[in-house]
């Protein structure tokens, strides 16, 4: 997997790559097994279906829900597409209320504002210096017209942990939908559907270690049945909720990548953290002016949102063209405005210059982290050591 003549790959929160494991199961759906799961005629489609039911399944078991329970889409941005504008549509006779909150991902603010110009009324919550959502504000902010209340899991930018339980079980006490954007948490840390109360939630195959364009969103089925109204019509596949032929390959990429999340994700987990802490204690212990952005410890494993005082990141990325990583404005969009989350922690715009993300993720070994660490403390001594 490392290849030397490569920059360490210190991105994972932006996408990971597909693991070997996942690649191999996929193989015989790009050859013999390339049947439309719709397809009822005949072997190659029944194969097809059988393929896309047993990666239902296995999603399924990772998040403790049925099968049924599981509608495959293209990604978690049409997932957030779904869930949002699915509820807005479908409830529109009890309500038109939505909450959320500041730090969210594109995906999730883009379409909101979408559902606001169309006469929905959004709520914006703001977050603490550490990025978290004050639970007393949210249940301030519950309307009698409140439909559903959309929190991310773990933050894309600094890592930090949303207390799903706790919102959970306040949304379930107000008789309110809540759902949640886990890209970047599903395989990652536990999330447990019934445990937390979610009634939906959108996942991503390419943050998993399966491929791209491939996702998922779950919907509750039962106390509370949660309904949506389709967004793309045409065929009525994935019980009317999601049409369109079904990427069989991706699907059977997510199932199995779950599958493998799902037994390594406890010693995986305590590996990664491992690394990020040494990588950081090495920078902080070589270097003056480094903080840490986000919660000190109420992160996701392998991230690192670190400022580095007097240093611009873009400088510093253009000065590491051997380490792959992101700086703290416009990872998640196309353009190159500072970062709306490390602005919600109220950083100023100097600060959010001066910061960068590091995500590791499974294939970072500790030879990487070595020298990154190594790389990254000479390149900031280089650039402060530069007339400006
Ligand atoms: C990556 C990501 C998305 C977008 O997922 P796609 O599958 O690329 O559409 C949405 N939300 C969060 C939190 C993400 O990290």
């Known amino acids: 997997m490392v290849n030397e003549d490569r920059p360490i790959y210190l991105d994972y929160q932006s996408t990971t790559p597909v693991d070997s494991r996942v690649f191999r199961e ?20 029944w194969e097809s279906a059988k393929l896309v039911e047993a990666g239902r399944f296995r999603i399924a078991d990772l998040l403790g829900c049925t099968s049924k329970e599981i509608l495959f889409t293209s990604g978690a941005t049409e997932s957030n597409n779904l869930a949002l504008k699915g509820v807005a549509e479908k409830y529109r006779d009890k309500g038109n209320h939505f909450i959320s909150v500041v730090t969210e991902h ?35 902010a519950l309307r009698p017209t409140t439909l559903l209340v959309s929190i991310m899991a773990v933050n894309n930018e600094i890592g930090t942990l949303a207390p799903l339980e706790e919102i959970g079980a306040l949304c379930r006490k107000h008789d309110v939908l809540f759902h949640t954007d886990a890209a970047q948490a599903v395989g990652k840390i536990p999330i447990h559907v019934d445990k937390m109360k979610i009634d939906l939630l959108s996942l991503s195959g390419h943050k998993v270690y399966a491929t791209k364009g491939v996702g998922a969103l779950y919907v509750r089925r039962r106390s509370p049945t949660v309904r ?33 999340c799902q037994w390594e994700m406890g010693k995986e987990s305590l590996r990664i953290q491992f690394l990020s802490d040494n990588l950081f204690q090495r920078i902080q212990s070589d270097l003056s002016g480094v903080q840490l952005n986000g ?73 990487e982290i070595d020298r990154a660490g190594v790389r990254i403390v000479e390149a900031v001594r280089e650039l402060r050591a530069q007339p400006r």
Do not use: W
């Not at 979408?114 to 249940?139: A, F, I, P, Q």
């Not at 392998?302 to 253009?318: H, M, P, Q, S, V």
């Not at 190159?336 to 590791?360: C, M, N, Q, T, W």
């Open 228 to 260: 949506l109204a389709s967004q793309m019509d045409g065929g009525g596949h994935e019980r009317g909720m999601r049409s369109g032929t079904l990427n069989v390959p991706g699907i059977v990429a997510l199932g199995k990548a779950s599958e493998l």
């Open 106 to 140: 594109k995906a999730i603010l883009d379409p909101l504002s979408r559902l606001s110009e169309r006469g929905s009324e959004v709520t914006l919550l703001g977050v603490n210096s550490e990025g978290t959502v004050d639970l007393e504000e949210l249940e301030s």
């Open 26 to 45: 996929m193989l015989p759906t790009f050859s013999e097994k390339f049947g439309n799961a719709a397809s009822k005629g005949h072997v190659y489609g």
């Open 295 to 367: 919660h000190s410890a109420n992160r996701l494993p392998g991230n690192l949102n670190l400022r580095f005082k007097g240093i611009d990141a873009e400088d510093l990325l253009t000065q590491l063209p051997d380490i792959a990583m992101s700086t703290g404005s416009a990872c998640t969009t196309a353009s190159l405005e500072p970062s709306h989350v490390l602005k919600a922690l109220g950083l100023s715009e100097e600060a959010i210059r001066s910061s960068i993300r590091i995500s590791l993720g499974r294939f970072t070994t500790d030879e």
